[in-house]
Each structure stands twice: as C-alpha cells, then as structure tokens.
C-alpha cells in the first residue's frame, strides 16, 4: 500500500513539475514578446522591467486612470484623486482597488521620468507626495 501511495506521489509531482516548467516557459516567451511590441532593445527590455516592477503594462494603467495618453498629466491627477476617494475603505470601498489605482499612477508616472530622461526635459514634480 505504501509503494502506491510513494508511486503517486512521484508521478504527481513529475506531473505538477512539468506543468510549472511549460508555464514558466511561456511566461518568458510572453515577457520577450511584449518586450519586442514595446519598440523592442533596451526600450523594450526597460518598459517590460516596469511592467514587472509595478505589475501593470502602461496600457492596463491608463485604462485604469481612464486616459488615453500618459502626457495627460491634470486628467491623471484629477482621475486619481476620484478614484481615491471614491474607493475610500472609509465609505465602504476597497484597498484592493484603491492599491491598483495607486500601481497604476506609479507606472504612468515611470513611463513620463523614462520619456524625459531620453528625450532631456525636465522631470514631472510628483505633487501626491
């Protein structure tokens, strides 16, 4: 009876390993994709460290701050501030979407220091600090 049970343990885990082996695979290959889509080389490569770093795409966060474009600094701002306070745990809103509205801010205003620092303007104040 103990050898059944040794056995499928073994072939569950063999089975649990290859399923997180081929994930991981596809993972990387995701990860270099969108870092091909992003304008590719180091842009590429830069913008998909701060996907990761924020866990967001800057797609997925001007969704969540409903604007179209990251240079839309007052729209962001104003959004921000809405969201903020409308999801206030206070009024019965939620942390969870108040920690995605924050990520969200975050990666937007990486992507503009990253813009400025190539194009040489002056970095943007963070004025919700």
């Known amino acids: 009876m103990a050898k059944y049970i040794a ?3 073994v072939l569950g885990t063999q089975v649990v390993g290859r399923a997180f082996a081929r994930a991981l695979r596809q993972e990387i290959a995701a990860s270099q994709e969108a870092a091909k889509r992003a304008g590719g080389g180091s842009q590429g490569a830069k913008r998909a460290a ?3 770093r924020t866990g967001l795409s800057l797609e997925e966060a001007l969704k969540i701050l409903n ?3 990251p240079d839309q600094k007052e729209l962001i701002e104003k959004n921000y501030k809405y ?3 409308a999801n206030d745990r206070v009024k019965g809103g939620s942390f969870y979407l108040q920690s ?5 801010k975050e990666r937007i205003d990486e992507e503009l220091q990253h813009s400025h620092k190539t194009t040489g303007a002056e970095p943007l104040k963070d004025e919700t600090k």
């Open 7 to 9: 056995q499928i343990i």
């Open 50 to 52: 701060a996907n990761a």
């Open 67 to 69: 604007v179209e474009r």
């Open 83 to 85: 969201l903020m306070e």
């Open 100 to 104: 995605k509205i924050v990520r969200a």
